[in-house]
């Protein structure tokens, strides 16, 4: 934190009771295995867990504590709130009001995360920035970035994720981003939303609830941004990006090395500058773009921004690049999955030279159209010329059914991993790349990790 804090504080300005005197802390930890004698401890309750039920266990190991019910017995100070996420939201609220830097907020389906990496490596050329770890980027995870602010940082970046509606705009009430950007929508998490359009209308809470003077920037190339631009706040700035030379920002002269990554010009209001990435994939342009796009809201030259993104390297689990066994080249593109993403992979895949195979998991959280989504992505690898399919999951049996029509081909489907793994080694040799990919949920890190060289099991 920047400064500390008092339970004090909390409950004169968010009411609850306080009980036991108040404390001043500087920390905040919401995990009973993970104490901290000089933190706040946030009892929190989800689907599967409900810290107060080890309360009694933490007596006098924490500074103090939030609880939704007073502890009997303890000595501790403690603030007493209806729900403890909502309180968890309310001191990171706090601590962004102690920040006075430019704030960034970013949400989109898919590419995020990369985008949130391409704006550290921006802006960390000549400033100390905070920005999201990992995947921390929903009503847990963004509080917890903002407690990590420091009164040495000058820049906050946060990722911005969702599974249903209304998320994005509590998340902006906690982060208060002065500039964001949703990256693009395409069908994830839509048993949440109901449909993509009401995916589109939660991401575009991000823009929604931009203050006057804010800075909104826009996808063009996305199909919902004229549904943006119609939504946007009075006073509300707006910068678009696409490929399109009518954009703010966009690029010229795209290109793509033997190596697979995208080289472009990227040009700011007619100013331009090249840019080669080091990212697999011509997806990653539009990722830059966005991520360019932030960045010139924020005032950075458009040299600046070049040189970070040229500079950043590649993502773990997303289309990264490992030497796998008997030769063979393994790309590890299992961080996540929906219908979008994969139709990227699929392209790159495409592009690799000699045998081409991509392992696909289930794409989770589709609802009714998860049946189609498979069979799309089965016939895309099909039609793009992936020589073979191997997948994993009861959804992805679509995907394996459809990929064999019409075709001298037997469905390659597996119920493990184990399964998966032995049946696939033997075809991996020093002609064949190949890609695996899956939602979280399918743990599909493992396959591509047993087919990497050095992380087989020695017998």
Known sequence: MISPLSLSQLQQRFGGELKNGSVDFGRVCTDTRKLDSDALFVALRGENFDAHDFLSEIDGKVLG???????????LPQWVVADTTVALGQIGRLCR??????????????GKTTVKEMLAAIFGQRHRVCVTQGNLNNHFGVPMTLFSLTADDQVLIVEMGASGPNEIGYLCGIAKPEITAVNNVMPAHVEGFGSVDGIAAAKGQIYTTLAPGGRAIINADDRYAGYWRGELPEG????????????????DNIHVADDGCAGFDLVIEGVSHPVQLKLLGEHNVHNALVAAGCAYAAGVPVKEIATGLSALQGVGGRLQIH?????ATVIDDSYNANPGSVAAAIELLAQRRGKK?????????????ADQAHKDMGQLARERGIDQLYTLGPLSVAAAV?????????????PDRDALIKALSPELD???TVLVKGSRSARMELIAQALTTGNQKKG
């Open 65 to 75: 504590l939030v609880t939704e019910k007073a502890i009997d017995g303890s000595l």
């Open 97 to 110: 009001e102690q920040f006075d830097g430019p704030v960034i907020g970013v949400t989109g389906s898919c």
């Open 236 to 251: 509300v700035h707006k910068i678009e990006v696409g490929l399109g030379h009518q954009h703010d920002v966009h690029a």
């Open 323 to 327: 030497a796998g066994i008997a030769g």
């Open 357 to 369: 195979i991509l392992v696909l998991g289930d794409m989770a959280e589709l609802g009714p159209e």
């Open 402 to 414: 459809a990929f064999a029509a019409g075709r001298q081909h037997v469905q390659k489907h597996f």
């Open 430 to 432: 020093g002609n064949t």
